[in-house]
């Protein structure tokens, strides 16, 4: 049974780029929320995808969007990267409906702006 | 605004030692709280808590929250090398999506 799964595992880009970071639910799952964890600090929510649809978003400004796919998958992309941006992002994942308070984080991907 | 905040950030212990970690929080719309453990990237987990008062073992790890004083700790027994890691704790909302709020983490190092 696979686990949440993410790419790239690393990423390095220049301020002013626009990255996109993805992601695979654990199998079973339909809920995908994606967190910023800067170095030093927890995780942050940015936002959580629901049947294709953003349900909730953290503190977080436009340049983070996200997208989520008829498979569940789901996409996070920053545009007008700052050096601020740098950080782990983490990838989590669960089933709706009650007992599934649990989420299952991925590897992260480990995003560099220079 | 939420808030979680664990204490100690950073702690050093050697092999054998039992530790203490604590989580206080102060949110809306509480309705669980979880402890992961993050050894690299991902953060693994390890207990929900949802009632007061009711201990969650699994090894030589346990938790237990206390709802009237807004807390939970982690203890761990007989430490080894291996529990050095960062202890993440995070609350769980009711409303919307349910996100987590995680607190800044615990720093725990072993030394054998």
């Known amino acids: 049974d696979a686990g949440v799964t993410q790419s790239p595992t690393h990423l390095i880009k220049t301020r002013g780029q626009q990255v996109t970071l993805r992601c695979s639910p654990k199998?079973?799952?339909?809920?995908v929320s994606w967190y910023q964890q800067a170095l030093g600090q927890g995780p942050q929510f940015i936002f959580q995808?629901?049947?294709?649809?953003?349900?909730q978003r953290g503190n977080f400004p436009d340049r983070f969007s996200g997208h989520q796919f008829p498979n569940y998958s789901s996409e996070l992309n920053v545009n007008a990267l700052l050096l601020g941006d740098s950080a782990l992002y983490l990838c989590?994942?669960?089933?709706?409906?009650?007992?599934?308070?649990?989420?299952?984080f991925g590897p992260g991907t480990r995003l560099t702006v220079l | 605004e939420d808030k979680v905040v664990q204490s100690p950030l950073s702690l050093v212990v050697h092999e054998g030692d039992t530790v203490t970690l604590n989580c206080s929080y102060e949110?809306?719309?509480?309705?669980?709280l979880l402890w992961y453990k993050q050894e690299k990237k991902a953060p693994t987990f390890l207990f929900m808590l949802?009632?007061?008062?009711i201990e969650k073992k699994s090894g030589r790890l346990s938790s237990i929250l206390d709802k009237k004083e807004l807390s939970s700790i982690l203890n761990i027994t007989a430490t080894q090398t291996g529990d050095s890691a960062i202890y993440l704790c995070?609350?769980?909302?009711?409303?919307?999506?349910?996100?987590?709020?995680f607190g800044q983490g615990t720093r725990l190092t072993i030394n054998p």
């Open positions: 989590a994942s669960r089933a709706q409906g009650p007992g599934t308070d649990t989420q299952y």
């Open positions: 199998s079973g799952h339909d809920t």
């Open positions: 995808y629901y049947e294709e649809e953003e349900r």
């Open positions: 949110v809306t719309n509480f309705r669980s």
């Open positions: 949802t009632s007061s008062g």
């Open positions: 995070a609350v769980r909302l009711i409303q919307g999506a349910q996100k987590l709020v």
